[in-house]
C-alpha cells in the first residue's frame, strides 16, 4: 500500500471544500434574504467607497426586507425580524461620526453571511435574555461564535 502525495491530499480537500461551497451559495441563492443581504453589501461597500448616493440604498434596502420579514413574521419577536432591526440600528449608529468605523464592522460581517452563512448579528442576537436558553458565560460566548456556520437560525443550533 503506497502512502498518499500530501499535495494531492490538499488538492482533494480544497476540491471537496470549493465544492461544497459552490454548493452552498446555489442553494443559497435560491432564497429571497441571500439577495438582500448580498445587495445590502454592495451598497454598504458602495457607501464605504464614497458612492455619491452614501448609505441611502443600503438603508433604504434594510428598511425594505426589515418590513418584508415583519410582515412574513408577524412580529418585532421573530429572529428574522431581531437580526435585520439590528442591522439597521447599527448601519444608523455608524452615521455618527465617531462611530463610522461600524460599517467596516458591519462590511464584514456582510460579506461573511453572504458567502459563508455565517451571521456576526445573529451571534449576538442570540446571546440577549430573551433568545437565549441558558445563562450568559464565557463558554456560552465561545461557542456562539466559534460554532460552524449553520443553515437557518443560530438559534436552532443551539
Same mark, same amino acid.
Given at each position: ?12 480537500? *480544497? ?5 461544497? *461551497? ?137
Amino acid at each position: 500500500m503506497s502512502a498518499q502525495n500530501p499535495i494531492d491530499a490538499n488538492v482533494n480537500t *480544497w476540491s471537496f471544500v470549493a465544492a461544497n *461551497w459552490r454548493e452552498s451559495i446555489v442553494s443559497r441563492m435560491r432564497e429571497i434574504s441571500w439577495w438582500y443581504w448580498s445587495m445590502t453589501g454592495v451598497f454598504l461597500a458602495g457607501a464605504l467607497s464614497d458612492y455619491p448616493l452614501g448609505f441611502a440604498p443600503a438603508i433604504g434596502l434594510t428598511i425594505v426586507q426589515t418590513l418584508h420579514y415583519l410582515m412574513k413574521e408577524g412580529s418585532v419577536k421573530a429572529f428574522p425580524v431581531q437580526v435585520r432591526i439590528g442591522y439597521l440600528a447599527w448601519m444608523l449608529a455608524g452615521l455618527w461620526g465617531p462611530l463610522g468605523f461600524l460599517h467596516w464592522i458591519q462590511l464584514i460581517g456582510t460579506v461573511a453571511a453572504v458567502l459563508v452563512d455565517y451571521c456576526p448579528m445573529a451571534r449576538m442576537l442570540s446571546l440577549l435574555p430573551w433568545n437565549r436558553r441558558s445563562p450568559l458565560s464565557s463558554s456560552l460566548l465561545l461557542e456562539t461564535f466559534l460554532r460552524p456556520s449553520v443553515r437557518g437560525s443560530i438559534l436552532d443550533a443551539a
